[in-house]
């Protein structure tokens, strides 16, 4: 089931009741000549089991602690945002899977030679979506994409991402006017802003998935920042970048370059991330979904149970 993602960007009184999520707006509780009839009415619940993500963009909200505690039991994603409303903060349960040490050591102890391999799929998978997401938004011709990335080597030895990545975002908004010179760069013009939006969105994602299928997001395949806790999540979200960047073209293509801002209205587009179509093994299924596919066969892989890693194909 796909689970729900929630938005809060306005002030908000947020508690548990009998496992809903109570949601309560303090201009409304707060106001003189409102009937405790209307106050009542005004009050939103939502079932804990069905939550998945939780975005928590203003600072004004006031959250519970047995809410906290009743959302990370059911393996939510909570997602705190800073003064600029970008995600910076990201809350994630401890234990996420019934047999968690077992699982922890067989994800530690995989070989140097497996993880390359891994590292291998990873990078096939993304440049062949990155090519199939070229093609459909940018119309840009890709059989050298394709090439790269039937040559990439165990641990990719020859950096062909790198290859892919500055010939993908050379051409991705070459089509819209405006941004014919477009870089790919965290701090640079937007819409660089909508993609580190997407990203983070993918990246909470990703962590819940790996975490409720027992691994450690820290511990990655490729990634080892020593100051990045979420290395392996870094590492299997790679092939799922291409669907937020084909969201990002459709936003851009609607909105035009003028209106890029992150409001709520294009944030609501972002949000819904987790509920775009993939396709795994030839069946459909939102991507929250998929990416759970993914990381159960991540595991799988570590334990010696099969060789390749569930990827989406675009």
């Given at each position: 089931?796909?689970?729900?993602?929630?938005?809060?960007?306005?002030?908000?009184?947020?508690?548990?009741?009998?496992?809903?999520?109570?949601?309560?707006?303090?201009?409304i509780e707060n106001a003189t000549g409102i009937s405790e009839t209307i106050k009542e009415q005004s009050v939103i619940t939502r079932p804990i089991e069905d939550i998945g993500v939780v975005v928590l963009d203003h600072r004004q909200i006031t959250i519970t602690q047995g809410l906290l505690e009743?959302?990370?039991?059911?393996?939510?994603?909570?997602?705190?945002?800073?003064?600029?409303?970008?995600?910076?903060?990201?809350?994630?349960?401890?234990?996420?899977?019934?047999?968690?040490?077992?699982?922890?050591?067989?994800?530690?102890?995989?070989?140097?030679?497996?993880?390359?391999?891994?590292?291998?799929?990873?990078?096939?998978?993304?440049?062949?979506?990155?090519?199939?997401?070229?093609?459909?938004?940018?119309?840009?011709?890709?059989?050298?994409?394709?090439?790269w990335s039937n040559d990439v080597k165990s641990g990719d030895s020859d950096n062909r991402e790198a290859h892919a990545a500055a010939y993908y975002w050379k051409n991705f908004f070459s089509n819209i006017q405006g941004l014919e010179s477009f870089t790919r760069n965290r701090d640079g013009i937007?819409?660089?802003?909508?993609?580190?939006?997407?990203?983070?969105?993918?990246?909470?994602?990703?962590?819940?998935?790996?975490?409720?299928?027992?691994?450690?997001?820290?511990?990655?395949?490729?990634?080892?920042?020593?100051?990045?806790?979420?290395?392996?999540?870094?590492?299997?979200?790679?092939?799922?970048?291409?669907?937020?960047?084909?969201?990002?073209?459709?936003?851009?293509?609607?909105?035009?370059?003028?209106?890029?801002?992150?409001?709520?209205?294009?944030?609501?587009?972002?949000?819904?991330?987790?509920?775009?179509?993939?396709?795994?093994?030839?069946?459909?299924?939102?991507?929250?979904?998929?990416?759970?596919?993914?990381?159960?066969?991540?595991?799988?892989?570590?334990?010696?149970?099969?060789?390749?890693?569930?990827?989406?194909?675009?």
């Amino acid at each position: 089931m796909i689970k729900k993602t929630l938005y809060f960007g306005n002030p908000a009184y947020l508690s548990l009741r009998m496992e809903q999520m109570v949601i309560k707006l303090p201009e409304i509780e707060n106001a003189t000549g409102i009937s405790e009839t209307i106050k009542e009415q005004s009050v939103i619940t939502r079932p804990i089991e069905d939550i998945g993500v939780v975005v928590l963009d203003h600072r004004q909200i006031t959250i519970t602690q047995g809410l906290l505690e009743a959302l990370l039991e059911n393996n939510c994603a909570v997602i705190t945002c800073d003064s600029h409303r970008m995600p910076v903060g990201l809350m994630l349960p401890l234990c996420g899977n019934t047999v968690q040490s077992e699982r922890f050591q067989d994800q530690i102890s995989a070989s140097l030679p497996l993880r390359k391999q891994l590292w291998q799929q990873t990078v096939k998978a993304k440049i062949n979506n990155q090519a199939r997401i070229l093609t459909v938004c940018s119309q840009v011709e890709s059989r050298c994409m394709r090439k790269w990335s039937n040559d990439v080597k165990s641990g990719d030895s020859d950096n062909r991402e790198a290859h892919a990545a500055a010939y993908y975002w050379k051409n991705f908004f070459s089509n819209i006017q405006g941004l014919e010179s477009f870089t790919r760069n965290r701090d640079g013009i937007e819409p660089n802003n909508l993609l580190n939006y997407g990203y983070a969105i993918l990246r909470a994602i990703v962590a819940r998935a790996l975490v409720s299928s027992g691994m450690l997001p820290t511990f990655g395949i490729h990634h080892h920042n020593r100051y990045n806790a979420y290395c392996l999540a870094d590492d299997i979200m790679e092939p799922y970048r291409p669907y937020v960047d084909e969201l990002v073209y459709n936003i851009v293509a609607i909105y035009g370059v003028d209106n890029l801002q992150l409001t709520k209205e294009i944030k609501a587009k972002l949000l819904s991330i987790p509920t775009i179509d993939v396709v795994i093994s030839g069946k459909r299924s939102p991507l929250m979904v998929g990416v759970t596919q993914t990381t159960a066969s991540l595991y799988k892989c570590f334990r010696g149970e099969q060789r390749l890693i569930a990827y989406p194909e675009r």
